[in-house]
């Protein structure tokens, strides 16, 4: 057990160090790399380049290089976007992105395909029932791991809070900041001039290192896999050809109930876009300065956190209808209070209410769709994880790519839009499930089988 603990806690923190740097990274993109909509156009990029990536690459760097090795070069992949960040320009930011989105989907496949073998000859050896033990595993990955987003957005508050370009913010200033923005490159002055580069490119080296070190955990730390197991996933693996996974994906279309399910699923993808890339600038950092954007960040990353465990727990006694109901009502809420708001440096605890309350919600919706594709998909998982990660991440596209055009008013009607659509079309689910099985309610059956929360994230 020594050994394979050893193992789960160097991928565990090997990916806290990384996405430590990434997770900071993302938060920032709309306030520091704001002219000409570069950083949220490079987010765009990245999410589109992860959507091939996750279709093709995995089945075959996986074969190539092995777990291990994958792992580690995906993990380089991260590195070059912080790198890109360096000397922030279309040449720079918009290649890495394309990198780094490529390097992601392996990482995640290698990752999830290292802990199972792991738990799986530990299970053998000890005698014990395998999938105790490769929950067990990725119980303590998610316990490290999920850090990684206050650990990345602290640090990139108080190197930024040491600034010493902070403005006095007028009233003529703020009237620039809220849902009705003025829709200009330098709407982040109004809250503080952009920070030194001395302070940029500390807080970048810190990401950088910190990259770095993830590289060389994985490299130096971690056993490759050698066993019968691993031999059978790579002929597993061989069998998964480009177009056979392409098609595998795209036939599952055929049922009813995934294209209902697509609203739902981008939905994901628009409302943490709104939230990391216009809340974050429009608000935030125009109403209070870009060293605040690490903290509201936290806000939103701890309140995700703890409720995500909670509604897992719970999604068994009040079932998973009424939690999607929680979630749209909150999520509801807090659009309409950002139409009416007009955000004011005086009112400081709004700013962290939001993202709490916003929190709360993408906690359900991470958790319970894929519970819900688990559920209804239980004989096709693969494919329907596939679209899952396909429609989310087209949905980050979309709500990137339109970021700098429109409004932040237009941009939360759309939200709003998406978010009923979605509601509607899962309520056609629950009926279609309800009427194909009668006397067994779809939200008494056992909700799990899909992957955690984070694993359909960056």
Known sequence: MEKNLKNVLVISFGFLLLFTAYSGLQSLQSSLNSEEGLGVASLSVLYAALTLSSMFLPPVIIKKLGCKWTIAASMCCYVTYSLGNFYASWYTLIPTSMILGLGGAPLWSAKCTYLTIAGTLYAEKAGKNAKDIINQYFGIFFLVFQTSGVWGNLISSLILSQSSNKVEISEKDLECCGAYNCLTDTTNSTGSERPSNSLIYTLLGVYTASGVLAVLLVSIFLDQIKSDQAETEKEKLEASSFWSTLLATFRHLKDKRQCLLIPLTMYSGFEQAFL???????????????????????????????????????????????????????????????????????????????????????????????????????????????????????????AFAYSTKLQVYIKAYILLSVLVLSMVTYGAVEYLETKSSPGTPAATKKENGGPHPQETRM
């Open 276 to 398: 990391s890339g216009d809340y974050s600038k429009s608000y935030v950092t125009c109403a209070l300065g870009i060293q605040y954007v690490g903290y509201m960040m936290i806000c939103f990353a701890g309140v995700n956190s703890l409720c995500s465990l909670l509604f897992g727990k719970i999604s068994q006694f009040t079932g998973r209808k009424l939690l999607f109901a929680l979630a749209t009502v909150m999520n509801t809420g807090c659009i309409i209070a950002l139409l009416l708001w007009k955000p004011h440096p005086k009112q400081l605890a709004v700013f962290f209410v939001i993202p709490a309350l916003w929190g709360l919600s993408d906690a359900v919706w991470q958790t319970q769709t894929n519970a819900l594709y688990g559920i209804l998909f239980e004989k096709n998982k693969e494919a329907a994880f596939a679209n899952y990660r396909l429609w989310e991440s087209i949905g980050f596209v979309i």
